[in-house]
């Protein structure tokens, strides 16, 4: 029996960077900086997703829907950034 081949884990260390720099940019530059950021990094997940075979950590159901769900949350996230004025 032979060991599986291990998987590359760069796309799911690129999106922990993503997140933690969005985090950074929404204490640093307000909430809506963050939110933005959140949203931009969902599309990279997206990207991700549909570019690579199995992107560890990414795959949750198959790829049409998972890059369905990343972008819909990513415009969801955008939209409700720019429009709401409080934050």
């Known amino acids: 029996m032979s060991p599986e081949p291990q998987r ?8 922990l ?3 933690g ?6 204490m640093a530059a ?3 900086a963050g939110a933005i950021g959140i949203g931009v990094v969902l ?6 997703r ?12 198959t790829r049409t829907i ?3 769900l990343y ?8 939209v409700l950034a720019v429009a709401t004025p409080s934050i």
């Open 43 to 48: 599309v990279v997940c997206a990207i991700f």
């Open 71 to 78: 972008g819909a949350t990513a415009v969801l996230i955008g």
């Open 50 to 61: 549909a570019v690579l075979v199995s992107p560890v950590g990414l795959v949750i159901r």
């Open 30 to 32: 307000g909430a809506r």
């Open 21 to 26: 720099i969005s985090v950074l940019l929404g």
């Open 66 to 68: 998972d890059i369905v």
């Open 8 to 15: 590359s884990n760069l796309a799911i260390w690129l999106v």
């Open 17 to 19: 960077a993503g997140v």
